[in-house]
């Protein structure tokens, strides 16, 4: 594939991050035109673009903007009135008035902007790109530019190609030497190169300058301008300045509209005072009423015409403070670290550009006249030459030393907001909530009052609310015919959120009797850690084989079972899929091989790629009539008075013959682990990827580890020795079928080929109840830079015992973010969602900005800082980490924590949106008392008339 064609793969998701956004981009950029800053990004950006434009002020080289600021008064004690104020008297890249500096500096910048002709391992010509020098000897594309070392090898970029008729003797060529130095992400598509110190006629680069990243956030926010330096369609280097407006800010990616083309794949993006704010990648094609993509002359374009007559109306760029976090956490060695730091070096940040030409004397002459204010009246104006007016009440007419000493050139720090009011921390929340409990009590329907946030269009607010639970939502009209009270909108002055009840909560607190409380499901289980067992951290040597569904599960789980020769221990919560139960039955009868088996009793109705799975009795029916005494099994003691688990027997674990295990966040069924894989194209790809389930997994063939799963297993099983189910208690919630995703059908298809290691590596087990809490708290409270959570749910807990355990998982995670690291959360969508949960993560600090959806996403794992990773079988609830039996590992190593976060990337990028539907209107509830009812659920939900999910169950 070459690069035109990279570039049209990356579009689609572009296309789908721009369309996802139209109404709040619109609505923004309709307030930056009108010069309202304050509404045109989200105010904590603003803050952050508005202290960054003060502390950088005094070296910054910009062009002739005046940006006049009202020096707030003492009083002032309220971030959003005060960044309005400024908002109203200052305008950031309105004028397009320049400075012969201006210039200068994009000269300069321009300098270290370069053409790379990119060459197969064969020498074939790939494409062409830009790529600039951040560091001696450091040069930055995109990683669709450069995408392996072997193509780098063969590569060359070339400075001071500025013209058609440049003369060789003017264009320096130089060779990249990825041997010294090659790092590369393809979530946020950028590759670090070495360049070779001198071209290709022996002249040292060092006199070719560079340009510095700034890690830090403000450098730009929605509404201004943007610069671009680039070499369009192979061609000389051209300049594309101002008329380029910044029209969104994602969390990784600026969106903004400037003339690019072929070849700028690897661009600079700068803003006005030439800070280096993106580096170009993708684009957003213009299509027509058909939904055709437009050619530059209007007309449908077609792939034959290339990438370059495509018409372009948006483009994207990655943004440089989320790509030099993520090149931080995948520099390997020391030597790379140093060779990145200097890029990074805030000390050298401003002025963005190191050269040995005239930007630094223009930088030196700038920062000496900014030292200088001149007085007209009550105004102050330092000029750098970027204008900084101040007006100063009283400053008129008053003598001002020739150092300036008597005006200070800091602004004063913006006030810190207040502290918002949650269900958590407001004691007049809760008295109230208790007085309406006590007047609304009588009012038929109402089943509960509490806490929470206010919903508004189907979405949590910052609102604390009284959250009114009711039997049924009825109509104002339908209650006045039923002769039933309303709710009033207000009481004591919280709002009060009439909320209809979930399945869940239905079904439990239509049981109670009128004086009992909610609590939650939740039974006080015996388990007794094994006295003779441990789960002690291992370091060896271990092949390891990472992979993930719905492209790679069954193949890699076929093969390992394949490879059974005496025994086969399974401990698993679900296990119906009939190409799974058929390969274990066919190759351990071939071997005479043993079965032994711990399992939960009861199964879901199958339901879509379930529908041909069997429940867990026949599939134990099944094994028995194949293997014969071979095959041992025993319910797992699970949910009821005395049981060892509260409410799910939910490991995932398999070892084979004393020294191999698969262990995975999925099921054995036909969801988890899907027969058609691997795809054999791309459409098969996408109905996979579709209709089937996410799940991390892993292979392990390393005895210790083997021995440790195997003998909790052994555990198990003795003691859930004797222990008869009672016949589940079964009880689905029926929801109409699924409607197609948009989101979805314009996803970018890609799959993942899984990750084989044959070396050391440093992995910790993990179990439920053993130590989970123990070992995961600690790996969140030390994420330095990023954390990746993804998991099928995180639910609220009312157990008292959780506020020791569970809930301090959930709140270091919120701490976190507040500190400012990248911690994103993707949970699972197609169900839909109880407003519960989501009001119990906002209550403990979550941000649910930072929070996306994903359908069919089963994944339990956790990814911290690139280097460490979390993956297994545990779901996020108080059983779940702290009651059930669950089975995860934590690998402290880098190329698996990397591999997976790729794969969490894509998934954030391209599948995961940004709101779940609360399941509206009063659920319908079907109770299964008998294998005749259960029958006819299962027929009507094969006629495809409804879905079944099963309650209280945590994989459905």
């Not at 000029?383 to 150092?403: D, E, H, K, W």
């Not at 104002?476 to 919280?494: M, R, S, Y």
Request: net charge negative.
């Amino acid at each position: 594939m070459n690069i035109s064609d990279r570039v049209m793969v990356l579009a689609s998701a572009t296309e789908a991050r721009y369309e996802e956004r139209v109404g709040i981009r619109e609505k923004r950029l309709k307030e930056a035109n009108k010069g309202n800053i304050w509404a045109a990004d989200d105010p904590e950006r603003v803050a952050k673009r508005l202290a960054h434009v003060r502390t950088t002020e005094g070296a910054m080289v910009a062009p002739a903007t005046m940006l006049r600021e009202l020096a707030p008064s003492p009083d002032h004690a309220d971030t959003e009135t005060l960044v309005a104020q400024l908002a109203q008297e200052r305008a950031i890249g309105r004028d397009d008035l320049v400075t012969p500096q201006f210039l200068q500096l994009a000269l300069a910048a321009s300098r270290c902007v370069g053409r790379i002709t990119v060459r197969g391992a064969s020498g074939a010509l790939l494409g062409y790109g830009t790529g600039m020098l951040v560091g001696p000897g450091i040069l930055l594309t995109n990683h669709h530019v450069l995408e392996r070392a072997a193509d780098a090898v063969q590569s060359e970029v070339t400075f001071g190609f500025e013209t058609n008729t440049t003369l060789p003797s003017e264009e320096r060529v130089f060779r990249l030497v990825p041997q010294k130095l090659f790092i590369t992400d393809e979530a946020l598509d950028f590759t670090f190169v070495a360049v070779s110190p001198a071209d290709t006629r022996g002249q040292p680069g060092a006199d070719l300058g560079y340009i510095c990243l700034n890690p830090q956030e403000g450098k730009a926010i929605n509404g201004e301008f943007v610069n671009v330096i680039q070499h369009p369609n192979g061609g000389p280097k051209m300049f594309a300045l101002r008329e380029n407006r910044i029209v969104d800010v994602l969390t990784n990616y600026l969106q903004y509209v400037a003339d690019t083309a072929p070849g700028s794949s690897g661009a600079p993006v700068f803003n006005d005072q030439f800070e280096m704010v993106a580096l170009h990648h993708s684009g957003v094609p213009e299509r027509d009423a058909q939904g055709r993509i437009l050619n530059r002359d209007g007309q449908p374009w077609t792939s034959d015409q290339g990438e370059a007559r495509v018409h372009w109306k948006s483009n994207e760029g990655v943004r440089v403070s989320v790509l030099v976090e993520r090149a931080k956490g995948l520099a390997r060695t020391s030597e790379e670290q140093a060779q990145l730091a200097q890029a990074f070096d805030l000390s050298r940040a401003i002025p963005q550009l190191e050269a040995a030409g005239p930007s630094r004397q223009v930088a030196g002459d700038v920062a000496s006249a900014a030292r200088q204010p001149a007085i007209e009246g009550d105004v102050a104006t330092w000029t750098i030459p970027l204008s900084v007016s101040v007006r100063l009440g009283g400053l008129s007419g008053q003598a001002v030393p020739s150092g300036g000493a008597a005006i200070s050139a800091e602004p004063p720090a913006l006030p810190s907001p207040p502290a918002p009011v949650t269900p958590k921390t407001s004691p007049e929340l809760m008295r109230a909530v208790g007085r309406a409990r006590d007047a609304f009590r009588t009012i038929p329907g109402l089943l509960r009052i509490r806490a929470g946030w206010q919903f508004t269009d189907g979405w949590i607010t910052d609102q604390a609310a009284i959250v009114a639970i009711v039997e049924e939502k009825k109509t104002t009209a339908t209650l006045g015919e039923q002769g039933i009270p309303k709710l009033p909108a207000t009481f004591e002055g919280f709002p009060v959120d009439v909320r209809q009840a979930s399945a869940e909560e239905l079904y439990e607190l239509s049981r109670l009797d009128g004086g009992a409380v909610f609590t939650e499901r939740t039974a006080n289980p015996v388990y007794q850690k094994p006295p003779n067992l441990s789960l002690p951290r291992v370091r060896e040597r271990m092949k390891v084989l990472v992979h993930v569904s719905p492209e790679q599960g069954w193949p890699v789980l076929d093969a390992f079972l394949q490879q059974t020769n005496t025994k086969l221990t399974v401990g698993m919560y679900d296990f119906g899929a009939p190409h799974i139960v058929d390969a274990i039955a066919t190759r351990l009868e071939a071997k005479s091989a043993k079965l032994e088996l711990v399992i939960q009793y009861g199964s879901s109705v199958g339901t879509g790629t379930k529908a041909g799975d069997t429940d867990d009795a026949e599939t134990v029916r099944t094994l028995k009539g194949a293997l014969g005494n071979n095959f041992e099994m025993q319910w797992a003691n699970v949910g009821q008075s005395g049981s060892l688990w509260a409410s799910a027997f939910h490991i995932k674990v398999a070892v084979r013959d004393s020294r191999a295990f698969w262990l995975s966040s999925g099921n054995w069924q036909s969801s988890n682990q899907p027969p058609d894989a691997p795809p054999a194209d791309q459409a098969g790809a996408k109905a996979l990827l579709t209709n089937y389930n996410r799940e991390w997994h892993v292979v392990i063939d390393n005895p210790t580890l083997a021995g440790i799963f195997e003998s909790y297993l052994q555990y198990d099983f003795e003691q859930s020795s004797g222990f008869v189910p009672k016949g589940a208690e079964q009880a689905y919630e029926l929801l109409p079928p699924l409607e197609p995703d948009p989101r979805e059908a314009a996803a970018e298809i890609r799959t993942f080929t899984p990750l084989e290691i044959d070396r050391e590596v440093d992995v910790q087990p993990v179990l439920t109840p053993d130590n989970y809490v123990q070992v995961v708290l600690p790996l969140i409270e030390g994420a330095r830079s990023r954390i990746y959570l993804q998991n099928q749910y995180i639910n609220e807990s009312l157990d008292p015992r959780a506020e020791q355990t569970y809930i301090p998982l959930l709140e270091a995670i919120a701490r976190k973010q507040q500190e400012g690291l990248d911690v994103r959360i993707i949970l699972r969508a197609e169900n839909g969602v109880e407003a519960r949960h989501i009001e119990f993560m906002k209550t403990h600090g979550i941000d649910m900005g930072r929070v996306r959806w994903r359908n069919r996403t089963h994944t339990k794992g956790i990814i911290v800082d690139s280097t460490s990773v979390l993956l297994g079988s545990h779901n996020w609830s108080y059983d779940g980490t702290v009651l059930n039996r669950d089975a995860s590992l934590l690998f402290y190593d880098a190329e698996i924590a990397r591999y997976l976060e790729g794969i969490f990337i894509y998934d954030w990028e391209n599948w995961s949106k940004t709101k779940v539907y609360i399941r509206p209107g009063k659920p319908k509830i079907q109770e299964i008392a008998s294998p005749e009812e259960l029958a006819a659920l299962r027929a009507t939900v094969d006629q495809g008339e409804v879905r079944a999910r099963r309650l209280f169950h945590p994989d459905d």
